[in-house]
């Protein structure tokens, strides 16, 4: 069974790997790719080498410090690729576009956004807490 997810945002996962704080993610069909914060649970944090530089709606840039991996053990490597931005507030954005790229669909419904890959759900507990 799906989890509903009320206004995009997520619910947990089950597991969250250590020190990490609970903060709600955004699913984000605008966002070119995963932006997460400090804190989003995240698995192989490490430093960039290619770091990214995204502008925020009031204008100013940040630049992204690391790449990690998503938790998510069902969806392809290539939907799980994420980069850490210190200076993002609020919310981490998980992008729609990311997941569709690397072969998955993305239904919206009024209540839950359903992420499936060949026909079927990859997740059936598709719940994010960042």
């Known amino acids: ?7 995009k945002i997520i619910e947990p996962l089950t597991r969250t790997p ?14 070119t790719g995963h932006y997460i914060l400090c804190d ?11 770091p990214l530089v995204v502008t925020l709606p009031n204008g100013e840039n940040i630049q ?22 210190p200076g993002l507030n609020g919310h981490a954005l998980l ?7 690397a072969g998955c669909t993305a239904l919206f419904t009024a209540t839950a956004v359903i992420i499936s890959r060949d026909g079927k759900v990859v997740e059936t507990n598709l719940a994010y807490t960042a």
């Open 1 to 7: 069974m799906i989890n509903e997810i009320n206004n």
């Open 18 to 31: 250590p020190n990490t704080t609970q903060k709600a993610a955004i699913f984000d069909s605008g966002t």
């Open 40 to 50: 989003t649970a995240c698995f192989d944090k490490r430093p960039t080498n290619r």
């Open 64 to 85: 992204g410090t690391h790449e990690a991996t998503l938790p998510f053990p069902n969806l392809p490597k290539k939907a799980l690729e994420a980069h850490v931005f």
């Open 95 to 101: 992008s729609i576009g990311t997941f569709c790229d």
